[in-house]
């Protein structure tokens, strides 16, 4: 289940990984980054981006048709700004052939899991394993097991999620989009691991 599509910016023709606002280097304060959130249908992918941009949790939230553009910035303790420009993709199978078209460029590609549903932990694996092969070399990877309000029906263990992020040199954490639990702790870590331009 999405959580439901969205209006894309003015600025979604601008696709990149750092991307300048000016046409010149983005700056070392004001970073804009395009973000690819990858995973299985229903992992709560659209619930995690709609509550952090928009605060919002829609539990009646619709499938994601291809991919969703959505974006917010933040502002860092060393008053860095961050703008990050987020494509949700679509989970079901038949679009997976079009995510490349959205991680290719992308600074952050966020990997999401149910942790009540081991299937799509694997399918968590599958993308990893692409975006390793072909996303950016320097792309900044998060591993993120979703939906953990429902510890109670936890199937995939903490331990699997901590150990699959260290193999693959990303950071893992659990969140809730329901109950927003670490939904800005997620971007915010994303955001202070982004490589800064060289200051002029």
Not at 117 to 122: A, I, K, L
């Amino acid at each position: 289940m999405g959580c439901s599509a969205s209006v894309p910016d003015r600025n979604v023709g601008r696709i990149g990984g750092l991307n300048p606002e000016n046409g010149g280097a983005n700056d070392a304060k004001n970073l804009r980054v395009k973000l690819v959130v990858l995973g299985s249908s229903g992992v709560g992918k659209s619930c995690i981006v709609l509550r952090f941009v928009r605060g919002q949790f829609d539990p009646t939230s619709k499938v994601t048709v291809g991919a969703s553009f959505l974006s917010q910035t933040i502002a860092l303790q060393d008053s860095t700004t961050v703008k990050f420009e987020i494509w949700d993709t679509a989970g079901q199978e038949r679009y997976a052939a079009l995510a490349p078209l959205y991680y290719r460029g992308a600074a952050v590609a966020i990997v999401v899991y149910d942790i009540t549903n081991p299937e799509s932990f694997t399918k968590a694996q599958y993308w990893i394993k692409e975006l390793r092969k072909h996303g950016s070399p320097e792309i900044v990877m998060a591993l993120v097991g979703n939906k953990a309000d429902l510890h109670e029906k936890r199937e995939v263990p903490v331990q699997d999620g901590i150990d699959c992020a260290e193999k693959n040199g990303m950071f893992f954490i659990e969140t809730s989009a329901k109950t927003a639990d670490n939904i800005n702790q997620l971007f915010e870590e994303i955001a202070k691991r982004l490589p800064r331009p060289a200051s002029s």
